[in-house]
């Protein structure tokens, strides 16, 4: 009889510990960075935690985190970056070497460093070059004789293979901002705001033909300097006409330019680079348009930018490769604020299904503002004349997620009542999720049956490395 009672008295013990829904301390990494105003932003700001976890109360449980493994959003991501301009890569070469180098470690290694992976650059110049120009300034010159990107070896290209040397798996995309002016119907790459029904590609063949090998000549020129880019998107945010350099250009017009006369010229050229359509907004549901086009599923992807997650979610549903291609611009305030609003950004993005999130200036100069007078948010601020770095607080974020979402990792769904993600690994599964109080407050995180729960450090995006039980 004392067998049985024994027996049933730890068959009850074993009912309350599950119900109870305890589970047995252990301790987890958490990576993270600080978001909090009095923040002194520093070129290595990720801080790492061993954290020991709790026993699960449901009354002081502030925030629950749902992972659902088995439901992949994204089978193959290719990271985190930012985009390279003209501005920015003058000012890095008005740096010291040391400074230089340390930057260059801070931004692309993956070890010490931020490791962006998959970053952008303009092909000529965008908003943030030192002022309009192409590679073909020489009018009708449809054989490209005069072509050159010699401006480009003193700023943009020394960056670039600065970025290389500290990551040489770095993956890289191009897309003109507008073809040279002579190619336009107003004449000019710029002031498009000013004429805008002639802001538009001369819709000839003999100019179709023309721009293709411009661009095919660029893919190679890039090479011989040791920069290979691996895609071409082929016309920055197509449905608008701006005072810095624009082309407005349907989805028709992309699609015909695309398989008809560049990827020809590409295979010519023996240029292996990805011909993508894109960078779209979603205003003119211009990426909807474009993939409802025969033929279009063709194309290498879609590339999105300022674009509402139910059009992006319809393009992956139809089975295409989504890039996100630049993340918003700001007006060079480079506060905390927009800083804390950055991750829920990248996470709005990547669990839509985007398979990145490019951040848009690496860096800018100490006046962060454009040719065209517009100024706008950084990753870094340069001062040209000091020769000295200053870290932005948008930096904080970008750091931690390059950092922690790496090429070939996969996201997978997640539930929260809050911005959140969730990254598979070889590792396990990496919960990133952001505390905007000032106090810690407790997470419980949920893996099937696997369940934790833990402090998250106050005002700080936190990435919760989560190794999942071998059954799950």
């Given at each position: 009889?004392?067998?049985?009672?024994?027996?049933?008295?730890?068959?009850?013990?074993?009912?309350?510990?599950?119900?109870?829904?305890?589970?047995?301390?252990?301790?987890?990494?958490?990576?993270?960075?600080?978001?909090?105003?009095?923040?002194?932003?520093?070129?290595?700001?990720?801080?790492?935690?061993?954290?020991?976890?709790?026993?699960?109360?449901?009354?002081?449980?502030?925030?629950?985190?749902?992972?659902?493994?088995?439901?992949?959003?994204?089978?193959?991501?290719?990271?985190?970056?930012?985009?390279?301009?003209?501005?920015?890569?003058?000012?890095?070469?008005?740096?010291?070497?040391?400074?230089?180098?340390?930057?260059?470690?801070?931004?692309?290694?993956?070890?010490?460093?931020?490791?962006?992976?998959?970053?952008?650059?303009?092909?000529?110049?965008?908003?943030?070059?030192?002022?309009?120009?192409?590679?073909?300034?020489?009018?009708?010159?449809?054989?490209?004789?005069?072509?050159?990107?010699?401006?480009?070896?003193?700023?943009?290209?020394?960056?670039?293979?600065?970025?290389?040397?500290h990551n040489p798996n770095m993956k890289f995309f191009a897309s003109?901002?507008?073809?040279?002016?002579?190619?336009?119907?107003?004449?000019?790459?710029?002031?498009?705001?000013?004429?805008?029904?002639?802001?538009?590609?001369?819709?000839?063949?003999?100019?179709?033909?023309?721009?293709?090998?411009?661009?095919?000549?660029?893919?190679?020129?890039?090479?011989?300097?040791?920069?290979?880019?691996?895609?071409?998107?082929?016309?920055?945010?197509?449905?608008?006409?701006?005072?810095?350099?624009?082309?407005?250009?349907?989805?028709?017009?992309?699609?015909?330019?695309?398989?008809?006369?560049?990827?020809?010229?590409?295979?010519?050229?023996?240029?292996?680079?990805?011909?993508?359509?894109?960078?779209?907004?979603?205003?003119?549901?211009?990426?909807?348009?474009?993939?409802?086009?025969?033929?279009?599923?063709?194309?290498?992807?879609?590339?999105?930018?300022?674009?509402?997650?139910?059009?992006?979610?319809?393009?992956?549903?139809?089975?295409?490769?989504?890039?996100?291609?630049?993340?918003?611009?700001?007006?060079?305030?480079?506060?905390?604020?927009?800083?804390?609003?950055?991750?829920?950004?990248?996470?709005?993005?990547?669990?839509?299904?985007?398979?990145?999130?490019?951040?848009?200036?690496?860096a800018l100069n100490e006046e962060s503002k454009s040719g065209w007078?517009?100024?706008?948010?950084?990753?870094?601020?340069?001062?040209?004349?000091?020769?000295?770095?200053?870290?932005?607080?948008?930096?904080?974020?970008?750091?931690?997620?390059?950092?922690?979402?790496?090429?070939?990792?996969?996201?997978?769904?997640?539930?929260?009542?809050?911005?959140?993600?969730?990254?598979?690994?070889?590792?396990?599964?990496?919960?990133?999720?952001?505390?905007?109080?000032?106090?810690?407050?407790?997470?419980?995180?949920?893996?099937?049956?696997?369940?934790?729960?833990?402090?998250?450090?106050?005002?700080?995006?936190?990435?919760?490395?989560?190794?999942?039980?071998?059954?799950?």
């Amino acid at each position: 009889m004392r067998k049985v009672t024994g027996l049933i008295q730890i068959i009850a013990l074993a009912l309350v510990i599950a119900l109870s829904g305890c589970s047995t301390e252990s301790t987890v990494q958490v990576h993270y960075v600080s978001v909090a105003d009095t923040t002194v932003v520093t070129p290595n700001p990720i801080r790492h935690q061993t954290v020991t976890t709790k026993s699960i109360q449901t009354n002081d449980t502030t925030l629950e985190i749902t992972v659902h493994a088995d439901q992949v959003i994204c089978e193959n991501l290719t990271g985190i970056g930012g985009a390279f301009n003209e501005q920015g890569g003058e000012a890095f070469m008005r740096l010291p070497q040391a400074e230089r180098d340390e930057l260059a470690t801070a931004l692309f290694n993956a070890e010490k460093g931020s490791g962006f992976s998959l970053c952008r650059t303009a092909i000529g110049s965008s908003d943030f070059g030192l002022g309009a120009y192409s590679y073909s300034e020489v009018p009708e010159d449809y054989e490209m004789k005069h072509f050159s990107i010699d401006r480009d070896k003193k700023s943009v290209i020394p960056f670039m293979q600065a970025a290389l040397k500290h990551n040489p798996n770095m993956k890289f995309f191009a897309s003109p901002w507008s073809p040279p002016g002579w190619m336009k119907k107003s004449g000019i790459m710029d002031a498009g705001d000013q004429d805008k029904p002639n802001n538009t590609l001369i819709p000839t063949p003999e100019i179709y033909k023309a721009y293709a090998l411009y661009l095919a000549k660029y893919f190679a020129a890039y090479a011989d300097e040791g920069v290979k880019i691996q895609r071409l998107v082929v016309q920055n945010e197509p449905d608008i006409d701006t005072k810095y350099p624009s082309c407005n250009m349907s989805p028709e017009q992309m699609l015909e330019l695309s398989f008809d006369y560049i990827q020809p010229a590409f295979d010519e050229a023996g240029v292996e680079a990805e011909i993508w359509a894109g960078t779209f907004r979603g205003h003119r549901k211009d990426a909807i348009s474009f993939i409802a086009l025969p033929g279009a599923d063709n194309i290498g992807g879609i590339g999105v930018q300022y674009t509402p997650a139910e059009q992006i979610v319809e393009v992956v549903a139809n089975d295409y490769k989504v890039m996100h291609t630049e993340g918003i611009c700001h007006r060079a305030r480079n506060n905390f604020k927009e800083a804390r609003s950055r991750f829920p950004e990248v996470a709005g993005y990547m669990n839509a299904g985007t398979e990145n999130f490019c951040y848009w200036n690496i860096a800018l100069n100490e006046e962060s503002k454009s040719g065209w007078d517009w100024p706008q948010n950084s990753l870094v601020r340069i001062d040209r004349n000091a020769g000295k770095v200053i870290y932005n607080p948008d930096f904080l974020p970008m750091a931690l997620l390059g950092r922690y979402i790496r090429p070939g990792n996969k996201t997978l769904k997640v539930d929260c009542e809050q911005a959140a993600m969730a990254i598979k690994n070889d590792k396990g599964i990496t919960v990133f999720v952001q505390n905007e109080k000032s106090t810690p407050i407790t997470a419980e995180i949920n893996v099937g049956e696997q369940k934790i729960a833990l402090d998250l450090p106050a005002m700080a995006l936190c990435a919760v490395e989560v190794v999942q039980d071998k059954e799950q």
